[in-house]
């Protein structure tokens, strides 16, 4: 029917990488992957042509796409999850153009650039869904922990600054500590130094503990984060690059404290249109990093591995912008 049919044919102007590309490149993604996908999840372009019964969009429209095609609003399934960019079906790391679902595009602010706006459908997503997706939702006042400064860690504390929290971050780097700084981190934690630094946060909420917790660790880092959360706080479940560890005291910790758990499967379309309405309420820059051309996709990779970076990798696709 007219609902699956595509935009037409987008120009893709830049696309982003990050750590699920890495994994889903070694083989070692936990959900379903396709034989040999084409790469990539995230994408900013230009529409350059509609299908016949497409309405509401137009050649010339700046888009990005939502990260799971056919997640529209409300929470996942397994439809939707089947839908995600990069893994189950072929991803948007192509040269030219690539074939769209028009429910699934979302309109860019003009003040981005294509590689910032590149940036927004996996990280920054999440990184809402974090903060507003579970409960409690994220309220000016609250005091939000981010880990590190990675896509995710680094946009959810944009949206919490902007929405008015007060953020700590932690890193084994003290160069990006002073980075989160400048962007608006109150608190800064050197995990190196400060290896029990869900202590530390407690000294800093004077034993209350924060109201949100980015967790992008994993078992490596869950069980601190619980110790970490207030009574009744959200820790936001994203990922898992500190490995595995003993998570055996989880369940009396999260009993202990009532607080709440939220497995974050990136988010909806609708959650991408609301983040759009804050970035441009607040005029909310990402942070790009480093940006490569098409011919240097493997050094960004090994670059994101080496873990360097404070921010997003770009790869920049077409050469007239």
């Known amino acids: 029917g007219s609902r699956r049919l595509p935009s037409g044919l987008s120009f893709i102007h830049a696309g982003d990488i990050f750590y699920r590309d890495i994994v889903v490149a070694k083989g070692t993604y936990p959900l379903p992957v396709k034989k040999n996908p084409v790469p990539g999840s995230d994408v900013a372009g230009e529409i350059l042509a509609v299908g016949e019964e497409v309405k509401g969009w137009k050649v010339g429209e700046r888009v990005s796409v939502n990260f799971s095609l056919d997640h529209i609003f409300g929470d996942a399934n397994d439809e939707t999850i089947a839908s995600t960019l990069g893994a189950p079906i072929d991803g948007v790391l192509t040269e030219y153009k690539i074939l769209l679902r028009t429910y699934a595009l979302v309109r860019i602010p003009d003040f981005l650039s294509y590689e910032e706006a590149s940036t927004l459908p996996c990280a920054a997503v999440t990184a809402y869904n974090g903060l507003f997706g579970g409960k409690p939702t994220l309220k000016g006042g609250d005091t ?107 369940p009396l910790l999260v009993h202990g404290k009532g607080s709440n758990l939220h497995g974050v499967i990136i988010g909806s379309r609708q959650q991408f249109e609301d983040l759009i309405r804050l970035i441009e309420a607040v005029k909310l820059k990402p942070v790009v990093d480093k940006v490569f051309d098409f011919e240097h996709v493997r050094e960004a990779y090994e670059y994101l591995e080496s873990q360097q970076h404070v921010g997003k990798i770009v790869i920049k696709v077409s050469k007239d912008q």
Do not use: C, M
């Open 144 to 250: 939000v922990l981010t880990q590190g400064t990675g896509g995710v860690s680094i946009f959810g504390l944009h949206i919490a600054v902007a929405s008015g929290a007060t953020v700590i971050v932690t890193s084994s780097s003290d160069r990006k500590l002073e980075a989160a700084k400048k962007l608006g981190a109150k608190y800064l934690i050197n995990y190196k130094t400060t290896p029990n630094w869900e202590e530390e946060v407690l000294k800093i909420t004077n034993g209350r503990g924060v109201d949100h917790v980015l967790e992008v660790g994993g078992p490596g880092t869950v069980v601190k984060s619980a110790k970490a959360v207030r009574f009744g706080g959200n820790v936001a479940l994203i990922g898992f690059v500190a490995g595995l560890a003993d998570t055996n005291q989880l």
